[in-house]
């Protein structure tokens, strides 16, 4: 849980709040063809569902003093496709929504390219 306090009081938001929130972001992005699963428990969670969960292959880790947040993604794109280029607008479009929606800063995200597939 990350707390927010402002002048009118505080503000909780859960981790998985701000997953969906993400993973809606950047499967929303040109060139992603899928999320990957970001650890065991979304391994298990996959495997046992036999789906994909919107949170799938984001992990939200946040400071308890400043609330500054780091973001891990892990991800399939298209083949053919300039890597970099994709990744540059995928950490700008996910600081952008999570700075719009929530009033928190991603300090840092970082893009983890798993695999390339045909789109």
Known sequence: MIRINTHLGAITLSEGYLSNLIGHTV????????????????????KVLKSDAIDNGVKVRAEKES?????????????GINVAAITDSIVNKVRFTVEQETGLAAEQVNVFVDGMENG
């Open 67 to 79: 609330g500054k947040l780091t973001v891990d993604l892990h991800l399939t794109v298209m083949y």
């Open 27 to 46: 499967t929303g992005c040109f060139g992603v063809v899928k999320m990957n699963p970001a650890g065991a428990s979304q391994g298990l969670r996959t």
